[in-house]
């Protein structure tokens, strides 16, 4: 594991996460493809908030059980727990630059979630 390190457009929210140099990412749902938003999950325990959480909203739809979480200053989503993992979150563009050594992308039909998380193998 190495430690990366990221935050929003403005700086507010500041995070570092604990993962693999070689990320595994996924595509998916309505809301994440009207914003281009690509994430990867990581456990809970490895990742740290180290600055803005009075910074931050949450946006819910549907279930509710996704978090989209944002910059209430500049408006970029730094992570997020999504609602296939509801204790793992980061978005890859959100990254600081020298860590990541590659990435891999995943599609994944978040439109039709409960029959995807069925035939998915690795999201979980």
Request: charged letters at 15%; hydrophobic letters at 30%; glycine letters at 6%.
């Amino acid at each position: 594991l190495v430690k990366h390190t990221g935050g929003c457009h403005c700086g507010a929210v500041r995070f570092q996460v604990w993962c693999s140099p070689d990320l595994h990412v996924f595509h998916c749902c309505s809301i994440c493809t009207k914003k281009q938003n690509h994430h990867f999950i990581v456990p809970k325990n490895n990742f740290t908030l180290l600055q803005g959480l009075d910074n931050l909203t949450t946006y819910t739809f549907n279930t509710h059980v996704a978090k989209h979480t944002f910059c209430k200053i500049c408006g970029v989503q730094s992570f997020y727990t999504p609602r296939s993992n509801p204790d793992g979150y980061v978005a890859p563009h959100c990254l600081d630059p020298g860590t990541v050594r590659s990435v891999t992308e995943e599609n994944f039909c978040g439109e039709k979630w409960e029959e995807s998380m069925q035939a998915h193998k690795s999201i979980r």
